[in-house]
């Protein structure tokens, strides 16, 4: 089975992200010239990321002086279901960027990463920097109970032991998962892009009386930069899981949201069992509409469920999972992560400020 062509690119709406390229002098043109240390760009796109990989590839292209394809290569699953990659191009001395996403299957799907970069790693590839949007097992990062694994520690073990140079992941669970690393990386976050069109439905006074509500303590900090961002005030809806069960049991508001409109905000679905308990609770406190936003779409089939039996006035998320057309409600928004990873590739290419980006 050959994976050499990317997927026609899924156009979606979303805030702006469009870096302006930077002008440089002939001095700054020269120290820019040096950071070029690690050869040419190469960048690949898995096989659950070809969508959100040609975006990449699309918009390097688009801002820069690289005219690059993404990389190809031959999958094949063999009978006793071992994965088999081949890659179709020299790597050697190359910059190369595998952009894999962890979605469902998971297990396949982390395989197909760790065989690839082995596969890069034995052609001599200079640098490889493993681009993950969405990382599997970040909730389990601490050991919480008795008799349980620290499972995201392992996951960041087994990426450096298959020959990682540097990671770019997007919204971890927690942050503290950055120092189960011992290679450079790139945390990025998705609150930008999201706030931003938020941000435009607030100017164009589509949301008046809004409230930011985020769906559980835990979300508690980042539910106070949505609200700082957005200039508006702030509630948390208290839970608890019961007995490790996937359904969550909301217990009460903290916050006013009577006659608001609220936004919830949180970083992964799976179920949607946290969303359905939050809106019931804000409904029977007075809310008005409700919109929702997050980051990782892990859609389950009782998700989809959930969410066209729900009356929300918009669903927004970005493309770190790939979702069929398909299986999106007409009140769902996609938007796309590959301006941000676009840009942050060309920096880390370039060895230039990521954090520059943000003025950070």
């Known amino acids: 089975m050959k994976q050499m062509q990317m997927t026609d690119l899924v156009k979606v709406p979303g805030a702006k992200f469009h870096p302006e390229p930077a002008i440089l002098d002939e001095q700054e043109e020269q120290q820019h010239s040096s950071t070029m240390r690690f050869g040419s760009m190469k ?6 990321s070809q969508a959100l ?37 020299s790597v050697r001395g190359k910059d190369v960027y595998l952009v894999q996403t962890m979605a469902s299957p998971v297990h396949d799907n982390f395989m197909e990463m760790l065989i690839m970069i082995d596969a ?29 694994p620290i499972s995201a520690r392992l996951v960041a073990n087994i990426i450096e032991t298959a020959g990682v140079d540097r990671y770019i992941t997007v919204d971890l669970h927690s942050g503290q998962i950055q120092g189960f690393f011992n290679i450079p990386g790139d945390a990025l976050t998705a609150l930008h892009l999201l706030s931003d069109y938020v941000l435009q439905k607030l100017r164009a006074g589509e949301l008046d009386d809004l409230v930011v509500v985020a769906t559980d303590l835990g979300f508690a900090k980042k539910g106070r930069n949505w609200a700082q961002i957005l200039g508006v005030p702030l509630a948390f809806v208290e839970k608890r899981r019961v007995d490790n069960a996937e359904n969550p049991r909301a217990l009460s508001l903290i916050g006013n949201v009577e006659g608001k409109n609220v936004l919830l905000v949180d970083d992964e679905v799976n179920t949607a069992g946290s969303v359905v308990e939050a809106v019931k609770v804000v409904r029977d406190h007075g809310a008005k509409d409700v919109l929702f936003t997050f980051t990782h779409p892990f859609f389950s089939e009782r998700a989809y469920e959930r969410f066209a039996a729900l009356d929300l006035r918009e669903i927004i998320f970005t493309n770190t999972l790939p979702i069929p057309e398909d299986r999106r409600l007409p009140n769902m928004t996609v938007l796309s992560l590959a301006p941000l990873l676009g840009e942050v590739i060309l920096r880390a290419h370039e060895g230039r400020s990521v954090g520059a980006l943000f003025n950070e």
């Open 43 to 48: 960048v690949f796109c898995g096989s659950a």
């Open 53 to 89: 990989g040609g975006e990449i590839v699309d918009y390097i292209c688009s801002v820069s002086e690289y005219n690059i394809k993404a990389g190809a290569y031959t999958r094949a699953v063999f009978s006793n279901e071992n994965i088999f990659i081949k890659l179709e191009e």
């Open 120 to 148: 890069l790693k034995r052609d001599s590839a200079w640098r490889i920097n493993l681009v993950v949007p969405y990382m599997s097992y970040t909730r389990s990062d601490q050991k919480d109970q008795p008799r349980v």
